[in-house]
């Protein structure tokens, strides 16, 4: 629970330490752009930017998603117990999620291009470790330099990819996303079919995704380098509304929750929906881990929707509908039987992941000038939660069941109810239709 309580109160504490210039201290809010879009207006959409951006977060997650991939051929070769397996995980955990806000901080301030390809060299020289780490000690130092890979990676690639957008801000978090969560999806099956078989020298060969990666985010560097004054040159023409400090605590304090909602409950079915199947349906493993697939082609498919439709209609319309827009359906799949039980894990992949691209761009114009310290937070917020639901819940199962877990999370997109207090902080969209 120490990640939970530490991420809730960095994301509490960072909203509160948002203050007005120093010449405006008698003022009791905080600047927002009117417009956000104008920001991007003097740059069109970078495609080819966004293109690589995406296949960069697919390697970097597809990495991530190696280490508890092989968690097994570990415990094997180093006759670990599952409280020094528990110790990997927490370590990752700490570098890769709880560092990020304190980059995307440090990078607010100065912008550092050439920090992505930086940070990938850590995550290239964590793997080089990983496949030769003779000992439990160095097999802890190699978690940490991954994750300390990915907690630069995520905020600052995030910066690019609104930079890059030419105003389409959702669009450009969705193209970004969905590489992560394709990345998420193929790494444990390339661990299946590579590492496991070939034992842990094998885990060398994922360099070779390292490097394609550095190389891609150097170029990216170039680029960002490049379009620094023309961006902040836009920013500072952009015109702005206030609200109140209080107002901008509470709304990231609600945007949290949702996270925590929707994490939570993607947790119960990235981990555990192979089990719930097979004990629930008789399924082979095989045909559970096939189910799985599909709905995480679903989130994938979710993910790139949500953004271009946060677009289109309004970002706070999308976190509505879709946390709160799934409960329907989480109520229904503890009941259904297997046909129904793929159809509605299809529809809940699909509308809950649309969500987490429209709550990043809609929190980054709540706290305009602070998109890395945005991104930062509400990245690390959601993989520790998504670390922290798998824990709870597979500790939950252990002395309740799977079914009733599963019962149990169904009420959680309930939580999106909490969306109807967000502020209405973006301009009507029927006028730019």
Not at 25 to 40: D, G, K, N, Y
Not at 189 to 214: E, K, N, Y
Not at 390 to 413: K, N, Q, R, S, T
Request: aromatic share 10%.
């Amino acid at each position: 629970m120490t990640t939970s309580s530490t991420a809730t109160t960095t994301l509490e504490t960072a909203a509160a330490g948002f203050h007005p210039p120093a010449d405006a201290e008698a003022r009791p809010a905080i600047e927002l752009p009117r417009e956000p879009s104008v920001v991007q207006s003097a740059v069109g959409t970078a495609f080819p930017i966004l293109a690589m951006l995406s296949v960069c977060h697919l390697l970097n997650d597809m990495i991530q998603s190696l280490l508890p991939a092989i968690y097994p051929l570990l415990k094997d070769t180093f006759r670990l117990d599952f409280g020094q397996i528990g110790l990997i995980t927490l370590t990752f955990q700490i570098t890769a999620s709880l560092l990020q806000p304190f980059v995307g901080i440090y990078t607010d301030k100065k912008p550092m291009p050439y920090s992505l390809a930086i940070g990938m060299g850590f995550t290239l020289s964590g793997l080089i470790l990983l496949s030769q780490a003779p000992s439990f000690p160095l097999l802890l130092l190699a978690a940490a330099l991954i994750g300390s890979g990915s907690s630069v990676f995520h905020p600052e690639s995030s910066r690019v990819a609104r930079m890059a957008s030419g105003g389409q801000h959702g669009l450009a978090q969705s193209l970004f996303q969905v590489g992560g969560n394709v990345g998420s999806a193929i790494g444990p099956l390339l661990a299946a079919f590579i590492v496991m078989p070939r034992g842990q020298g094998s885990v060398a060969w994922f360099a070779i995704a390292a490097l394609i990666a550095i190389t891609l985010l150097t170029r990216i560097g170039g680029w960002y380098r490049a379009h620094i004054p023309a961006h902040r040159k836009a920013r500072a023409s952009a015109g702005a509304i206030t609200l109140p400090r209080r107002t901008i605590v509470v709304t990231m304090v609600i945007l949290g929750l949702l996270i925590f909602s929707k994490y939570f409950y993607l947790a119960s079915l990235s981990s555990y929906y192979t089990f719930y199947l097979m004990q629930k349906f008789s399924l082979t493993a095989q045909s559970a881990q096939l189910h799985l697939f599909v709905f995480l082609g679903a989130v994938a498919a979710g993910t790139l929707a949500g953004g271009p439709i946060g677009d289109r209609i309004g970002r706070k319309y999308v976190i509505w509908g879709s946390i709160l827009g799934v409960l329907p359906f989480t109520l229904l799949l503890p009941h259904a039987n297997l046909f129904w039980t793929t159809m509605l894990t299809i529809v809940i992949g699909l509308v809950l992941a649309s969500a987490f691209s429209a709550i990043i761009v809609y929190a980054q114009e709540l706290v305009p000038g602070r998109t890395g310290v945005i991104a930062g937070l509400f990245f690390g917020f959601a993989f520790g939660m998504g670390g922290l639901g798998a824990a709870v819940l597979g500790e939950l199962a252990d002395h309740i069941g799977i079914e009733a877990v599963y019962g149990i999370c169904a009420f959680l997109p309930a939580i999106g109810l909490l969306a109807w207090f967000l502020p209405a902080i973006e301009k009507p969209r029927a006028a730019s239709a």
